[in-house]
Antibody
C-alpha cells in the first residue's frame, strides 16, 4: 500500500526555524517526485515546489523561492520542507504529494502537517 | 504565471448534475487534473489528464477539456459529493491550482 506519512503538528515562534518531513512507503521512492502544497486556513491550495528524490533536483514556485527549502534523503525515503526563519503568515496546513515528473497528477497525498507560528 | 479561474461556489439539487468549470488561456492544450477535498481531509484526485477516473472514483465523475475551459461533471449528485474541488495544471515545470469551487448539494 502506497503511503506518504508526514510529521506531526508544530507550534513555533516567528523567527524560529523548522523542518517537517514526509516519508514514503509501498513504492519506489526515487521513481516519483514529491511536491509540497500549502493551504492557509480557509483558503485554497498553493504549490510551493517539488523535488526529484533520485538526484535531489528541485523546482520552486516563484512565490516561495528563497523562503522555503525542499530536500530529500532517498536512503530513508523521506522528503523535507524547511524554513530558516518562520513568519506568522506561514501558519498553514502543509501537504506532500507524489507525482510522475512534470506532468502527472498528484495521486497520493500525505495527511498534512499543521504549522502554527505565533508569538 | 498561468492563471486558472474557478467559480467560488456551485449548488446542485440532490440527484441532479453539477458542472464545475476551470478557465485558462488555451487550457485545452494542457492536461487538467481535478481534486476533491472534504473538510479536514487531504485532497483526492477524482479526474486526471482531463477525463480519466482513478480506480475507486465513481463513474458519476467525468471530465472534459477544450478551448479555454475544462469541466468536471458530477452526475446524480449525492450529499457525499459536497466538497471543495480544485483544478490543476502544469505550466512548464511548475504547478498551478485553481482557486477552488465549493460544491453544495441541496
Amino acid at each position: 500500500e502506497v503511503q506518504l506519512v508526514q510529521s506531526g503538528a508544530e507550534v513555533k515562534k516567528p523567527g524560529e526555524s523548522l523542518r517537517i518531513s514526509c516519508k514514503g512507503s509501498g513504492y519506489s521512492f526515487i521513481t516519483y517526485w514529491i511536491s509540497w502544497v500549502r493551504q492557509m486556513p480557509g483558503k485554497g491550495l498553493e504549490w510551493l515546489g517539488k523535488i526529484d528524490p533520485s538526484d535531489s533536483y528541485t523546482d520552486y514556485s516563484p512565490s516561495f523561492q528563497g523562503h522555503v527549502t525542499i530536500s530529500a534523503d532517498k536512503s530513508i525515503s523521506t522528503a523535507y520542507l524547511q524554513w530558516s526563519s518562520l513568519r506568522a503568515s506561514d501558519t498553514a496546513m502543509y501537504y506532500c504529494a507524489r507525482h510522475l515528473a512534470a506532468a502527472g497528477d498528484f495521486d497520493y497525498w500525505g495527511q498534512g502537517t499543521l504549522v502554527t507560528v505565533s508569538s | 504565471s498561468y492563471e486558472l479561474t474557478q467559480a467560488l461556489s456551485v449548488s446542485v439539487a440532490l440527484g441532479q448534475t453539477a458542472r464545475i468549470t476551470c478557465g485558462g488561456n488555451n487550457i485545452g492544450n494542457k492536461n487538467v487534473h481535478w481534486y476533491q477535498q472534504k473538510p479536514g481531509q487531504a485532497p483526492v484526485v477524482v479526474i486526471y489528464r482531463d477525463s480519466n477516473r482513478p480506480s475507486g472514483i465513481p463513474e458519476r465523475f467525468s471530465g472534459s477539456n477544450s478551448g479555454n475551459t475544462a469541466t468536471l461533471t458530477i452526475s446524480r449528485a449525492q450529499a457525499g459529493d459536497e466538497a471543495d474541488y480544485y483544478c490543476q495544471v502544469w505550466d512548464s515545470s511548475t504547478v498551478e491550482f485553481g482557486g477552488g469551487t465549493k460544491l453544495t448539494v441541496l
